[in-house]
């Protein structure tokens, strides 16, 4: 298992978050962007620096992808592309895409752009919070130690 983060957008505070669980957990995590990042000296930490482009990185996630990665992303697309692939995708704010709720993401996603297009000022999200951070935290620590259970039995 490999954790993958959309890294462009992917705030520091959840990048931070990630870096401390892949050294308590071992795991390998790889931040694909499409400009230099830095990161902490690790056996299981690294980047990937993509060119620029529209959707560069996520079609790179994709690509080396395999059933059972976690990617970290608030692209809903890219999620979708993720759960198709048999992979797990949860987003900064600790909700985890599925099979059941991505449609209908896909879908909310897909009507704010056209109120966005003809002009409504539909405002963007939130600011993280404190709340979010640790839900995400939570959540990916539920997945981790799945993922350790799994290794054990």
Same mark, same amino acid.
């Not at 520091?12 to 795991?27: D, G, H, Q």
């Given at each position: 298992?490999?954790?993958? @983060?959309d890294?462009? #957008?992917?705030?520091? @505070?959840? =990048?931070?978050?990630?870096?401390r !669980?892949? +050294? &308590? @957990?071992?795991v390998?995590?790889?931040?694909?962007?499409?400009?230099?990042?830095h990161?902490p000296p690790?056996?299981?930490?690294?980047?990937?620096?993509v060119? $620029?482009?529209?959707?560069? !990185?996520d079609?790179?996630? @994709? =690509?080396?992808?395999?059933?059972?990665?976690?990617v970290?992303? $608030?692209?809903?697309?890219l999620? #979708?592309e993720?759960i +198709?692939?048999?992979?797990?995708?949860?987003?900064? &704010?600790? +909700?985890f895409? $599925?099979k059941?709720?991505?449609?209908?993401?896909?879908?909310? &996603?897909?009507f704010? +752009?056209?109120?966005?297009?003809?002009?409504?000022?539909?405002?963007?999200?939130s #600011?993280? $919070?404190?709340?979010?951070r640790?839900?995400?935290a939570?959540?990916?620590d &539920?997945?981790?130690?799945?993922?350790?259970?799994?290794?054990q039995a």
């Amino acid at each position: 298992m490999q954790i993958w @983060v959309d890294a462009d #957008a992917c705030p520091k @505070v959840i =990048k931070e978050i990630l870096f401390r !669980a892949a +050294e &308590r @957990v071992k795991v390998p995590l790889t931040l694909v962007a499409n400009q230099p990042l830095h990161t902490p000296p690790s056996l299981y930490i690294k980047s990937l620096q993509v060119p $620029s482009g529209f959707d560069v !990185a996520d079609n790179e996630i @994709v =690509k080396r992808l395999k059933a059972g990665d976690l990617v970290i992303t $608030s692209d809903i697309p890219l999620a #979708a592309e993720v759960i +198709e692939k048999g992979g797990y995708a949860l987003n900064p &704010r600790g +909700e985890f895409y $599925s099979k059941d709720n991505i449609k209908e993401r896909l879908n909310m &996603r897909d009507f704010m +752009e056209t109120l966005r297009a003809s002009g409504v000022d539909t405002g963007g999200p939130s #600011a993280l $919070s404190l709340s979010d951070r640790q839900s995400f935290a939570n959540q990916l620590d &539920r997945f981790l130690v799945k993922y350790r259970y799994s290794l054990q039995a």
